[in-house]
DNA sequence: GCCGTTTTCGGCCCGACTGTTTTCAGTCG
């Protein structure tokens, strides 16, 4: 949880600098290191103890000093002053899309602007018009900005709202009046964002637990306090709300606040036509009147003459009708994953060697990996070019003779251009294992444009499965124009994968999305799209997604074993 | 701010797109 504090003091840092006008390499330093402390996969404190911050790439005196700082004493000064000078709305501002940091300076400086309310109220006054380099288009731009913005204000990314979680279940855990405690809530469903972070907590002793509480590291502000119910501001920005239970009462509770109402509206039906009456607390035989305390979620269940229906299906979406046929989805396991195909090596704007990738990989189990590095029109993210694929190819082939790790196949993420061509020839991609193919470019393309260059890619025969395919970033940017539904129809007509992409802020197909195509017999694969070998754990996301799509082993491409999925591969070419 | 068989300063991702200008600056990936 540390390493979280730094990385997110260090990405504030880099804001305010920015809004500073300060050197751009300075500040993409502190991005960098927050980037790799945040992925660090040993608790930043205990390199700090072995006197060892030094030896994390891009990490020097300075920045390892503000370290030691942060750890002793939970901020450190050059922060602290930062934030005198900054006033926070500028920094809230970057969030506005359109609007960077040299505008945003020259607003405060012209117009006095320090808040984002400020800034909507100028907008609308067209006053932002007055600024020297914003026109009546800018204003408009800045407008629609603020509204998404306000859209989407206090809902957080699932991986940012589980680290929260983990950390707050821990410090109730280790109390000794809570018998119990477990996330509830869209949050235990898995949802690609969540606004609030819901939490139950069995106890006896619920005056206790609601004072300990308050003293739970990174807890700032109490905004509620009830007599077994509290809401609180956890310093990551997220709200927390904390319900608390008898310890007989637990199981009613975490079924009845996982939700969703959808579900839970259709399970009371059925429960009250077979008698019983279901909630929060119990479940009550109504013509008995004997009350039942389940000691799991699955009692519940069955007390209803269903299956276990697990959280990420709880949407109403028709699966308890499907429990009671017994028509509910095997969903795909973690376990079954057997390889990722998407991964960025140090080749381009990975950070990792292929060699050390591989490693991770046979530590998560996997039979194989894909190495996909950027093609090279994609020059910000060092796209390779062919000479650089070729020494890519000789140097897989070598470390696959040598070693017993896991089997690395060929590949390449390959931009579809903005003129709907690919980045490199048929002849190049076809002496590749995988060849995925996906838009960097020319995002603001009208429907037909974008839609024909992802359809003209599904029918390249070299294609094998076409990444990120809505181009949506959760929280920062819409999907393309592009149809899907077309998209979809030629995926499915021309045997082409379409990918689940697993980084947290994608989730590209999104569930909905991935049900669609399944129903149509398209396949998939979940990939992280890593640019970092830890960043493989990410895994985890892609497939939550799919388990709320439905999907099972068999709709998944790298559930295969190897052999297999090469055969595959090979059936479009 | 980091890094270095260029050792102590100078290099460290580039190019398209947009809107504001009238030749360019800011934003974004």
Known sequence: MRNFEVAFIFNDIADMLEIKGENFFKIRAYRKAARTIENLPVEIEEMAKEGRLQEIEGIGKALSDKIYEILETGTCHYYENLKKEIPPGLVEMLKIPGLGAKKIKVIHDTLGISSIEELEKAARTKKLRTVPGIGTKTELSILKGVEALKNRAGRVLLATALLVADQVISSLSSMK????????????????????????????????????????????????????TVSAIHDMGAKIDLILVTPQEFYPALRFFTGSVDHNTELQSLAQTMGYDLDETKILNKNSNEIFYPESEI?????????????????????????????????????????????????????????EIAKKAKSLGYEYIAITDHSKSL???????????????????????????????????????SDGTLDFSDDVLSKLDIVIASIHSGFKQDTDTITNRIITACQNP????????????????DPYAADMDKILEAAAATNTVLEINSSPDRLDLNDLMAQKAKEMGIKMVIDTDAHDKEALEDIKYGVWTARRGWLEEKDIANTMPLDELLKFFKVKK
């Open 177 to 228: 009046e809570v018998t119990d405690a477990e996330v509830v809530g869209s949050l235990r469903r898995k949802k690609e964002m969540v606004g609030d972070i819901d939490i139950i907590a069995a106890t006896a002793a619920p005056e206790t637990v609601l004072n300990d509480f308050s003293k739970i590291p990174h807890i700032s502000e109490i905004t509620e306090r009830g007599a077994t």
């Open 462 to 477: 070299h294609v094998d499965i076409i990444a990120h395919p809505t181009g949506r970033i959760l929280g920062r940017r």
């Open 379 to 417: 020059k910000i993210a060092g796209g390779i070019d062919e000479e650089k694929l070729k020494e890519q190819i000789a140097a897989i082939k070598e470390i696959n003779k040598k070693s017993d790790e896991v089997y690395i196949l060929t590949g390449i993420e390959v931009d579809i251009l």
């Open 299 to 355: 009692q519940i269940y069955e007390k209803l003459g269903l299956p276990y229906i697990i959280p990420e299906l709880r949407e109403g979406r028709g699966e308890i009708k499907a429990a009671r046929c017994g028509k509910l989805p095997e969903v795909v396991e973690l376990e079954d994953i057997k390889g990722d195909l998407h991964i960025h090596s140090n080749f381009s704007d990975g950070i990792s060697s292929i060699k």
